[in-house]
């Protein structure tokens, strides 16, 4: 069922696009898989190199051109003019998907990078998985089983407290206390099939890009964080 205020509404997956540079050897195949196309403002940019029209642009529209806002129908561009939250947040709260699939919000600038960290973690509801040309990045849901190649890099990154147990990782993490201040989780490898399970939905979870597909079929598994 939609929120209110929902903008895009969507039975498969939604390719989120934001304004990031760079996203040539990322975008195609996301784009293969989506069912729909969402742009992040100057995202649009992007996704109208790829032939396409985005379904939907939503954002403060500070940052796309005029020219581009003016080669689409006016009925797709959504303005939101508050000034407190990121165009990440706006389009992510106004998308119901299974799956959103986000790219172009990692690998510029810093703070934007940190800023959609931010966010991911704030909607854990949201099955939001952010593609870069190295990572692939979501929030862990409460229990996860991943079958990836033995050495392969997972990392993980808490945004708050976070407690859990793994099996399949070279470094276990049972027992311990994840902050971001202090403990943290990154550069850990696997040496088995992989079973994550964490307390919060305050984890993120780090493969690489390649790993995407597998990511993506354990995800498809996994159970959700529900917010009350």
């Known amino acids: 069922m939609s929120s209110p205020g929902t903008v895009i509404d969507s039975d498969g997956a939604v390719l989120l696009v934001g304004g990031s540079p760079d996203l040539s050897d990322v975008l195609p195949g996301l784009a293969a898989q989506a069912a729909r196309i969402v742009a992040a403002d100057s995202g649009a940019e992007a996704v109208i190199a790829l032939d396409r029209t985005p379904d939907a642009v939503i954002g403060d ?4 051109s005029d020219d581009v806002a ?3 129908p006016t009925t797709l561009l959504h303005h939101i003019a508050e000034q407190d939250s990121t165009d990440f947040e706006k389009c992510l ?4 998907a299974p799956l959103i699939l986000g790219a172009g919000f ?4 810093v703070d ?3 800023a959609a960290m931010n966010v991911l973690v704030r909607y854990p509801q949201k099955r939001c998985v952010l593609v870069g040309r190295e990572d692939a990045i979501c929030v862990a849901p409460p229990g996860i089983e991943l079958a990836l190649p033995k050495k392969t890099r997972l990392s993980l990154f808490p945004m708050a407290a976070v407690t859990g147990t793994s099996e399949g990782l070279n470094w276990p993490i049972d027992g311990l206390l994840f902050e971001p201040a202090a403990q943290i989780g990154t550069s850990n490898f696997v040496t088995g099939p992989v079973r994550l399970l964490v307390d919060q939905p305050a984890m993120l979870l ?3 890009r390649v790993c995407l597909p597998d990511f993506l079929v354990a995800l498809g598994t996994a ?3 529900s917010v009350a």
Do not use: F, K, N
């Open 93 to 96: 709260s106004r998308i119901e």
């Open 61 to 64: 529209m500070d940052s796309l």
């Open 106 to 109: 990692t690998g510029g600038r």
């Open 223 to 225: 159970p959700r964080w």
């Open 206 to 208: 780090i493969l690489p």
């Open 112 to 114: 934007h990078t940190l």
């Open 70 to 72: 003016s080669r689409l």
